[in-house]
């Protein structure tokens, strides 16, 4: 079972980032989007029990079909702070993985990837530390600006940082339909990631992964919620 020690404090997870950040892959074009089995993962807290419940769910990612799907629920073992909340969801997201029979291609995180305030967002760290290639589609483009996208499915606009370097991009996978905020996590191209993005959201803004991922872990949360 692969598995992370959870930090000590803020200071040890700055660390662990700074240290994992090096291991990222940015030079592979990654698994052909449309291709293969595709996983998508998802967290929900019950924050009053301190708990949280992950999903992973395998898709087909020719026909979109679920091809498997696991959860897990654990305790948060690691506070609230912006740029870490990959400490508090890594553990219950690798323990669903975990419990998966199928190797999936690729992983799609609801999150980030490089378009993270410290470079190293929840792909990155899921990528680096399973060696799976990851990506982040996320709902809203954190700190970072960019110029709006095209109003067609397909038009895309790049998240820029500080210094003007693209770390991600800004993608419209429906007309006239807010973007979503794609970044690279480990071993895909950006490319790559933005192909794989539209793949997945043939009818929704959300990739079909996220979608599915989301409502499995709500419902397993809602589960363990109604035997305490």
Same mark, same amino acid.
């Given at each position: 079972?692969?598995?992370?020690?959870?930090?000590?404090?803020?200071?040890?997870?700055?660390?662990?980032?700074? !240290?994992?950040?090096?291991?990222?892959?940015?030079?592979?074009?990654?698994?052909?989007?449309?291709?293969?089995?595709?996983?998508?993962?998802?967290?929900?807290?019950?924050? !009053?029990?301190?708990?949280?419940? =992950?999903? =992973?769910?395998?898709?087909?990612?020719?026909?979109?079909?679920?091809?498997? !799907? $696991?959860?897990?629920?654990?305790?948060?073992?690691?506070?609230?702070?912006?740029?870490?909340? =990959?400490?508090?969801?890594?553990?219950?997201?690798?323990?669903?993985?975990?419990?998966?029979?199928?190797?999936?291609?690729?992983?799609?995180?609801?999150?980030?990837?490089? =378009?993270?305030?410290?470079?190293?967002?929840?792909?990155?760290?899921?990528?680096?530390?399973?060696?799976?290639?990851?990506?982040?589609?996320?709902?809203?483009?954190?700190?970072?600006?960019?110029?709006?996208?095209?109003?067609?499915?397909?038009?895309?606009?790049?998240?820029? $940082?500080?210094?003007?370097?693209?770390?991600?991009?800004?993608?419209?996978?429906?007309?006239?339909?807010?973007?979503?905020?794609?970044?690279?996590?480990?071993?895909?191209?950006?490319?790559?990631?933005?192909?794989?993005?539209?793949?997945?959201?043939?009818?929704?803004?959300?990739?079909?992964?996220?979608?599915? $991922?989301?409502?499995?872990?709500?419902?397993?949360?809602?589960?363990?919620?109604?035997?305490?």
């Amino acid at each position: 079972m692969t598995s992370v020690k959870t930090p000590a404090d803020e200071a040890e997870a700055r660390a662990v980032q700074d !240290e994992l950040r090096t291991r990222v892959v940015l030079d592979e074009s990654g698994p052909v989007a449309g291709r293969g089995l595709v996983a998508g993962v998802d967290v929900a807290y019950d924050d !009053e029990r301190d708990l949280v419940a =992950a999903a =992973a769910v395998v898709l087909d990612a020719g026909t979109l079909e679920v091809v498997e !799907e $696991a959860t897990a629920v654990g305790h948060v073992t690691f506070p609230y702070v912006p740029g870490l909340l =990959a400490f508090r969801e890594l553990p219950t997201v690798l323990a669903a993985l975990d419990a998966l029979t199928a190797v999936p291609d690729l992983v799609v995180c609801d999150g980030y990837g490089l =378009a993270h305030p410290r470079g190293f967002g929840l792909a990155c760290h899921l990528g680096v530390v399973t060696g799976l290639p990851t990506v982040g589609v996320a709902k809203n483009p954190f700190t970072f600006t960019y110029d709006e996208p095209g109003a067609r499915r397909g038009d895309h606009a790049s998240l820029r $940082a500080a210094d003007g370097s693209e770390v991600g991009r800004a993608l419209r996978t429906q007309d006239g339909i807010k973007p979503v905020f794609v970044s690279v996590g480990h071993r895909v191209s950006l490319d790559t990631a933005c192909a794989h993005a539209l793949a997945l959201s043939p009818r929704y803004r959300i990739p079909e992964t996220t979608r599915r $991922a989301d409502s499995l872990c709500r419902r397993e949360l809602a589960r363990v919620a109604g035997e305490g």
